[in-house]
């Protein structure tokens, strides 16, 4: 289990002497299904995906641009800054337990980086757009990825403001990404998921509640760390499930009637599971939390872009 945990990027993870291991560590792969499936929810919502093999092996680009390259770059340069908080919270981790130099961390971020861009680019050529809207995605996030981690800005800094970004980059971006390749990304749109992404900034702070120590000795302002970590997992829990609501009426005034009584029916589970876990002992049960609730989340979100994208709404304004 705890060799799994290493490959994956979870906490608890064994260590490993294989650099090819180290670095897959450094990516989380664990982190980039959100945004895999995020390209999905995209390709759903445009309402112009067909199951024939060039949309097949575009959307699989998509993804792997999305996933393996730009969220392993995210990941990568933020241990490569959060080297110090590691060393507290996670010191088995590749770069503060000495595993991997800090020059082969400074490579596989450059890697990553460049052959996500390079990805998009060929992706907005297979699509025909005359504004490369795939580069001009993957580059506005790789930027806000940058500032995420890096000084002087470090939004991680901003409980608020990181979770925010965090939040956005794995519900609107990938989103955008997929619905901008078979289809229109429309500002409603745009709009639309990202006030989803307050409910992914209700995720992320499920995220910090592992990095309080560290984060506390460093004076980093997460929201644990502001409002302490009973009132932050309220928090958390409040965000997630009002921006779902939200989204819930938002179908009904679309009439989507039929969705938003699915979306409903998926949030009443994460809410149970709230109760049980993360309302209870979000440090101790954060990763249970996210295993049980999650997956209605991600599911919700599939049911909402179908919806949308029989609505028409997608391809308006």
């Known amino acids: 289990m705890s060799d799994a945990r ?22 989380k792969p664990v982190t980039w299904i959100p945004l895999i499936w995020g390209v999905l929810c995209g390709a759903a919502a445009s309402g112009n995906f067909h199951w024939q093999t060039s949309d097949v092996l575009a959307s699989l680009a998509c993804m792997l641009m999305s996933g393996p390259l730009l969220a392993g770059f995210t990941q990568t340069i933020n241990d490569y800054y959060d080297r110090e908080i ?24 450059w890697v990553l980086l460049i052959a996500g861009i390079a990805v998009s680019y060929g992706l907005d050529l297979w ?8 580069l ?14 890096a000084p002087p800005l470090k939004l991680k800094q901003n409980g608020w403001l990181g979770n925010y970004a965090l939040g956005a980059s794995y519900i609107a971006l990938p989103w955008w990404a997929g619905q901008a390749l078979f289809g229109q990304l429309s500002w409603g749109i745009v709009a639309l998921t990202l ?6 900034l209700g995720i992320a702070v499920v995220n910090d509640f592992k990095s309080v120590e560290g984060d506390r000795e460093l ?10 970590i009973e ?16 989204m819930v009426v938002a179908l009904v005034l679309l009439g989507q009637h039929f969705a938003a009584v699915l979306l409903t029916l998926l949030i009443i589970p994460q809410i149970t599971f709230q109760d049980i876990w993360l309302l209870r002992d979000p440090v101790a049960f954060d990763v249970k939390y ?27 304004g």
């Open 290 to 316: 996210q295993a049980s609730a999650q997956p209605f989340l991600v599911i919700g979100m599939l049911v909402t872009a179908l919806a949308l994208g029989h609505s028409g709404f997608s391809s308006a």
């Open 6 to 27: 290493q490959l994956l990027g979870m906490k608890g993870a064994s260590g490993t002497s294989s650099i090819w291991k180290l670095r897959l560590q450094l990516m």
């Open 195 to 200: 006030a989803y992404s307050l409910a992914g």
């Open 136 to 149: 001009l995605l993957a580059l506005g996030g790789s930027f806000v990825s940058f500032i995420y981690s």
């Open 86 to 109: 590691d060393a507290i919270n996670e010191p088995y981790r590749p770069i503060p337990s000495g595993a991997i130099p800090l020059w082969q961390v400074k490579v596989q971020i």
């Open 127 to 134: 699509a025909g757009h005359s504004t490369p809207v795939l």
């Open 219 to 228: 004076g980093l302002q997460s929201l644990p760390v502001v409002f302490g």
């Open 231 to 246: 009132r932050a997992s309220w928090i958390s829990a409040g965000m997630i499930d009002v921006f779902q609501i939200a």
